[in-house]
T-cell receptor, first 112, second 117 residues
Framework: DAKTTQPPSMDCAEGRAANLPCNHS???????VYWYRQIHSQGPQYIIH???NNETNEMASLIITEDRKSSTLILPHATLRDTAVYYC?????????????FGTGTSLTVIP | DAGITQSPRHKVTETGTPVTLRCHQT?????MYWYRQDPGHGLRLIHY???????DKGEVSDGYSVSRSKTEDFLLTLESATSSQTSVYFC????????????????FGAGTRLSVL
């Protein structure tokens, strides 16, 4: 099962773009990359997912490298409410007990 | 929280007592999950369900049992609570696990904070 590596913490100035990297060098061809975030004491919240192409929704953009070994989540204009732990997850294959591996993520602090 | 209700939200109990946590969904999703979250470990899967009366173990299932008698309800039971089960418990739901992409997205409840003294 593909695992991910993320920096433990990052800071970002309010109003600037937050770029959160994720390494998933062992990802297989049919595995999607998912991003979630968890604001303190709340349940994880789905942000975005992708397979090969870059994706954008109302919350964020996801850039996946051509070799799919890494990706970057972009919050285009970070606000204080974006302070959270961000998890990059590669979906485990079917028929395993662990459908998602949530690591320890990146703790993003948006600074006023 | 995508139509997911966890109850209770907070509970304090004593070692050796049975505890049941409830997850209720209004989305009619087939798959339901219980996770626990502890400092330094992220979220770890306890059990999951792929239909009424169909459940399977996750990564940290020892000391826990589950039941699903209706599509909308998934119960997590600690038969005899121990201090090591002090944690925050999250329920999640998804439409599928076998298809990649949108239907595999898991939506989470607000969590239950359990303290075992």
């Amino acid at each position: 099962d593909a695992k991910t590596t993320q920096p433990p913490s990052m800071d970002c100035a309010e109003g600037r773009a937050a770029n959160l990297p994720c390494n998933h060098s062992t990802i297989s061809g049919n595995e999607y990359v998912y991003w979630y975030r968890q604001i303190h004491s709340q349940g994880p919240q789905y942000i975005i997912h992708g397979l090969k192409n870059n994706e954008t929704n109302e919350m964020a953009s996801l850039i996946i490298t051509e070799d799919r070994k890494s990706s970057t989540l972009i919050l285009p204009h970070a606000t204080l409410r974006d302070t959270a732990v961000y998890y990059c997850i590669v979906r485990a294959p079917p028929n395993t007990g662990n459908q998602f591996y949530f690591g320890t993520g990146t703790s993003l602090t948006v600074i006023p | 929280d995508a139509g997911i209700t966890q109850s209770p939200r907070h509970k304090v109990t004593e070692t050796g007592t049975p505890v049941t946590l409830r997850c209720h969904q209004t989305e009619n999703h087939r798959y339901m999950y219980w996770y626990r979250q502890d400092p330094g470990h992220g979220l770890r899967l306890i059990h999951y369900s792929y239909g009424v009366k169909d459940t399977d173990k996750g990564e940290v299932s020892d000391g826990y049992s589950v039941s699903r008698s209706k599509t909308e309800d998934f119960l997590l039971t600690l038969e005899s609570a121990t201090s090591s089960q002090t944690s925050v418990y999250f329920c999640a739901i998804s439409e599928s696990i076998f298809s990649a992409g949108p239907k595999n997205i898991q939506y989470f409840g607000a969590g239950t904070r359990l303290s075992v003294l």
